[in-house]
């Protein structure tokens, strides 16, 4: 099966120990990936090194087949990301701030920038600064963002955070859809097990900078009650080791 993401032998380590050590993992096109695990466990690390925002002490990740080390610009060339948070231009509008992130796309015109903005429900608001928005909606611009030039990964960090329940609900479809329609692969790392367990159709724990469980929600489901369940197990059998 077609592998969208591979990642080798991560290893990333801070000068207070913390850090990502050896991961290993495989992602297939159309999948949606949870990465789960609390905060300060690695998942912003590893998204960082993932999209070269960071550089790994050892390892490689393979995006489409291209490494990011050998091959950066290939690598990068069909990829989504959000890493942290989504800081658009307060003074912008909606449109202005698409507009302004398009402008390295060639194939990116009118059109596509509202049809972005429809499928993350802001068409009505594209006029509006950005200023006025709320944490949600800055949220959706960001996937709008995301998918501006079609990208058949999307790497997002937390993209279920300050969003009421409306907000979540409508971020899942939206993934959801984009996954089974595109077949976009998707990488999200999030600390909400709702989420991750209603989204993903596979799952990896990280906890400590190391990769417990990696498992599809289908399999966690049948042999546990929730994916906290799983979670809470998973963490138990590894404290000690």
């Known amino acids: 099966m077609d592998k969208a993401i591979v990642i080798e032998n991560l290893s990333k380590k801070y000068k207070n120990n913390r850090g990502i050590q050896d991961l290993n993992l495989e992602i297939d096109r159309?999948?949606?990936?949870?990465?789960l695990g609390p905060n300060g466990s690695g998942k912003t690390t590893t998204m960082k090194v993932m999209v070269g925002l960071m550089k790994a002490d050892k390892g490689d990740v393979r995006i489409n087949g291209y490494s990011i080390i050998k091959d950066y610009e290939?690598?990068?060339?069909n990829v989504g990301c959000i890493i942290e948070n989504v800081t658009p231009f307060p003074y912008l509008t909606a449109y202005e701030n698409m507009q302004l992130s398009s402008r390295f796309k060639n194939e990116v015109n009118e059109?596509?920038?509202d049809k972005c903005l429809e499928i993350t429900g802001l068409i009505k608001y594209k006029n509006e600064k950005i200023k006025n928005y709320s944490?949600?909606?800055k949220q959706r611009l960001g996937i709008a963002m995301a998918?501006?030039?079609?990208?058949?990964?999307?790497i997002l960090d937390?993209?279920?955070?300050g969003l009421d329940v409306e907000g979540m609900v409508e971020m899942r479809e939206l993934i959801i859809n984009l996954s089974e329609q595109q077949e976009t692969t998707f990488f999200i790392s999030s600390h909400l097990i709702h989420d991750i367990e209603l989204t993903c159709t596979k799952v990896g724990i990280?906890?400590?900078g190391k990769l417990l469980g990696v498992d599809s929600t289908n399999n966690i489901l049948k042999n546990y009650s929730s994916l906290e369940n799983y979670y809470l197990s998973e963490v138990d059998l590894n404290a000690d080791s």
């Open 147 to 154: 998918i501006l030039s079609n990208p058949n990964v999307i």
């Open 158 to 161: 937390e993209p279920f955070n």
């Open 206 to 208: 990280l906890y400590g």
């Open 111 to 113: 059109i596509k920038i």
């Open 135 to 137: 944490l949600g909606m």
């Open 74 to 77: 290939n690598a990068m060339k």
């Open 30 to 35: 159309g999948e949606i990936f949870g990465f």
